[in-house]
């Protein structure tokens, strides 16, 4: 994180702009998140609950799409 110079002891704060602390790269959005990083065999998964309460399970259709 880049930080920002010390202000003079006295500086008035009220109606200032702020200088923003924070990297570049959190401010133009090049930043990676865990949303979107991608890696080599990388897979994706999808958790679906049911509609009905205390169903059973009685196939799952696993077939790649």
């Known amino acids: ?3 920002a110079p010390e202000r003079p002891a ?5 109606g200032a702009p702020r ?5 570049a790269r959190l ?3 090049r930043t990676n998140w865990t949303d979107n990083i991608v890696l ?3 897979l994706h998964m999808a958790i679906l609950r ?3 309460a205390h169903g059973r399970l009685t196939h799952i ?5």
């Open 40 to 42: 080599p065999g990388l």
């Open 1 to 3: 994180m880049t930080i």
């Open 50 to 52: 049911s509609p009905i």
């Open 10 to 14: 006295g500086s008035l704060e009220v």
């Open 27 to 29: 401010i133009t959005g």
């Open 61 to 65: 259709d696993a077939a790649r799409r």
């Open 19 to 23: 200088r923003r602390k924070e990297d």
